[in-house]
């Protein structure tokens, strides 16, 4: 069975620092690998999707995303947070003829002035 | 274009009263999915549905039963609440993956949930 695994319960960054959530899956072909973010009070929202191809992958709100098949990893990373980035993350993986969606147990983000 | 519509998005249970939870989108999709997010746990698969009339248990399904009578709709039901059951619910739909392996989940708001 697929399970991701995101081992940061909680970080807290500065404003204008970088940022980098870990996540890591298993699974023994390529999996579909996501990041969503949610809002305090609301649904989540995808921030990117790694299918295949080029293993650094762009989304919105300058995040990306680098699939590293070696390490089992597709860690989030943003050069410079912002404080509205302050939200909880999730990384979730499916893979084709199991298209369910397994989450992690999320990272929650705190980002002071 | 409203998306992905759950309701009642609050509802407070006297523990053994029943409810519906209704999932409702507008995109088409085939697959239909309830969650429940609980502190620390992240989002767990409570059923899911790959089409209309079909439906099938995910990581969590005790306790609830789904229906699937039309494809836009996806009813979560709970016949005898428990506090074990206070939670929050989120609905969600996507295409099937395709030959190229595409797909996104898209979800709703949430239901709050708490049964006393």
């Known amino acids: 069975a697929q399970s991701v695994t995101q081992p940061d319960i909680h970080i807290t960054v500065s404003e204008g620092a970088s940022l980098e959530l870990r996540c890591n899956y298993s699974?023994?072909?390529?999996?579909?690998l996501f990041w969503y973010v949610q809002s305090p009070g609301q649904g989540l929202q995808l921030l990117l999707k790694?299918?295949?191809?080029?293993?650094l992958v762009q989304g919105i709100k300058g995040f990306e995303a680098e699939f590293k098949r070696s390490q089992s990893s597709f860690n989030l990373r943003k050069p410079s947070v912002h404080w509205s980035d302050a939200a909880e993350y999730f990384c979730?993986?499916?893979?084709?003829?199991?298209?369910?969606?397994?989450f992690g147990t999320g990272t929650r983000l705190t980002i002071i002035p | 274009n409203a998306g992905v519509t759950q309701t009642p998005k609050f509802r407070v249970l006297k523990t053994g009263q029943s409810m519906t939870l209704l999932c409702a989108q507008d995109?088409?999709?085939?697959?239909m999915y309830w969650y429940r997010q609980d502190p620390g746990m992240g989002l767990r698969l409570i059923h899911y549905?790959?089409?209309?009339?079909?439906?099938a248990k995910g990581e969590v399904p005790d306790g609830y039963n789904v229906s699937r009578l039309k494809k836009q709709n996806f009813l979560l039901g709970l016949e005898s609440a428990a506090p074990s059951q206070t939670s929050v619910y989120f609905c969600?739909?996507?295409?099937?993956?395709?030959?190229?392996?595409?797909?996104?989940?898209?979800f709703g708001q949430g239901t709050r949930l708490t049964v006393v």
């Open positions: 979730a993986s499916a893979n084709f003829g199991n298209e369910k969606l397994t």
């Open positions: 549905s790959v089409g209309e009339g079909t439906t």
């Open positions: 699974y023994g072909a390529t999996p579909y």
């Open positions: 995109m088409n999709h085939e697959y």
């Open positions: 790694y299918f295949s191809g080029d293993t």
């Open positions: 969600a739909s996507s295409y099937s993956i395709s030959p190229r392996g595409e797909t996104e989940a898209f």
